[in-house]
């Protein structure tokens, strides 16, 4: 649509609207066309939840939490990834966030332009302290801008309630059954979550596994089993 006009033009809504304007002098004559576009973006981007991956045996995704053993987490990598648009304009970019307590030298925090968005994070060294929840930011072409966050927690501590049963017979009490295995039960962890059970025997019998149960004991003689408990981390 056109008219004549002799004040400020008011260009509402979002989206991409272009503008073209002649002059006209008293006698008719007629201006080459101007014209500028007007671009509005007054809604947020759309970011989603973010996913995370790792392969060190010191760390352990679980869902958007990165449970870590600050003894052993040191260089150990993490990568964060997120999805984010805009139906308006367009995604400029997404802030990953500088982490406090990455230890020294890490690799850490920064800003991401194209998709899909992600960034390598990795520990250092020394003091590794990190924890709570960290905030992404995704920020569109005209600067508007949404947020969504993942979690670190340091698991520092070993799984409990660890009980050992007997296929035949109890601990330390002489037994006549020919076959006797080992049963490791009732381990849990309250950080990064129970893992699963090794186990070592020594004495009369010899050998080392994994697993709940441990191989037949058939050997005269004293054996000690030994299960550990292991969790995410």
Known sequence: ?????????????????????????NVGNVSAVASCVVAIDTGDPTIGTPSISESASSLHADG?????DPSSAASAEFV??????????SVASVAFPTIT???TGATNGATDTSSPYSFAYAFGTGSLTATGTQTLTATDAAANTATTTFDLTADSTAPS???????SGSSGVWQSAASVTATASGA?????GFAGYSWTMSGATTAAG???TTSAITAEGTTTVTFTATDNV
């Not at 849990?188 to 990064?192: N, V």
């Open 80 to 89: 964060v990834t997120v999805v984010a648009s805009d139906s308006v304009s």
């Open 161 to 167: 309630g660890l009980t050992i049963g007997l296929s």
């Open 1 to 25: 649509a056109s008219s004549p006009y002799s004040s400020a033009i008011s260009v509402s809504g979002d989206g991409e609207t272009t503008v073209k304007v002649v002059a006209v002098d």
């Open 210 to 212: 994994s697993g709940a």
């Open 64 to 68: 958007t939490t990165l449970y870590y």
């Open 101 to 103: 307590g990455l230890g």
């Open 188 to 192: 849990t962890d309250g950080g990064s």
